[in-house]
């Protein structure tokens, strides 16, 4: 038995069985063959509309994707500012100002995603904040000592 | 994390202890050069203010009533950070920093001169 069809307006045929099976056929696809009075659709013809390739849907794995490093990355590095103001108030020693500047430095790297220089402008400010308050503590007992004499 | 903890102990030690009466840390800046810097009368003020005493507050160091809300404003944006991205972000950015550390240059400054 030969099959016509028509896909995408076209109508294409005579076809055997074996050549509709590479057709991509739909349950809607117009079809005739020998013996019909008038074209019908694939689902009404059991033999044909077996061979309609099941769409099979796959379960697509979830894609990660961004890796924790990368959350990590797109956090902004603390500021310390906190810190920096109470260094420059507290420890009276010039090195808070050198703080502050390197902690408004980092929420504008970050924002140019120079991640690397963010976190380094972080860690240098906690770096003169520790300084500020290290030299602040020594000089205490220094002046203690200075006062007695 | 730490910050709260050690705020209410140094808070308390500033509220127990009146600076003028025991040995605080004296400024090492204003002995090496005899300058004030913005932060000298601040354990007094800081004294004076948890007592209730805002005019002796004031006469250690005004400046205490600048830092305060800059420190919680700070602090504030840090805790609400997950919550408040954005105002975190305004807070911590270049220019609010730089006004802050301008703020407190110009203090060191003024209180100097005048």
Not at chain 1, 75 to 91: D, E, I, N, Q, R
Not at chain 2, 73 to 84: D, P, Q
């Amino acid at each position: 038995m030969k099959y016509w069809v028509i896909i995408d307006d076209v109508r294409k045929g005579p076809l055997s069985l074996e050549q509709l099976k590479e057709l991509p056929l739909t349950e809607s696809t117009p079809i005739w063959y020998a013996g019909l009075e008038e074209w019908t659709t694939i689902d009404k013809v059991p033999e044909v509309a077996s061979l309609i390739k099941k769409v099979v849907v796959e379960e697509v794995p979830v894609i990660k994707l961004s890796s924790s490093n990368d959350m990590d990355k797109e956090k902004c590095p603390p500021t310390y500012m906190v810190w920096a103001v109470l260094s420059t108030l507290c420890c009276c020693l010039p090195l808070g100002v050198v703080a502050i500047v390197f902690s408004s430095q980092v929420a504008p790297k970050f924002r140019i995603k120079d991640y690397e220089g963010a976190r380094k402008a972080s860690e240098r400010a906690a770096l003169w904040v520790i300084l500020s308050f290290v030299l602040g503590l020594i000089t205490f007992p220094l002046q203690m000592l200075f006062s007695m004499i | 994390m730490v910050t709260l903890p050690v705020a209410i102990i140094v808070l308390s030690i500033y509220f127990y202890f009146d600076p003028t009466q025991y040995p605080f840390p004296k400024c090492a800046f204003l002995s090496l050069t005899g300058w004030e810097c913005p932060g000298c009368g601040i354990q007094r003020a800081m004294h004076a203010l948890l007592h209730g005493n805002i005019s002796l507050a004031w006469y250690y160091n005004p400046f205490i009533f600048v830092v305060m809300p800059i420190l919680i404003m700070f602090y504030t944006a840090e805790i609400l950070r997950e919550k408040y991205p954005r105002f975190y972000m305004i807070v911590n950015s270049r220019v609010v920093i730089l006004v802050c550390g301008l703020i407190i240059i110009a203090w060191w400054v003024i209180r100097n001169i005048v």
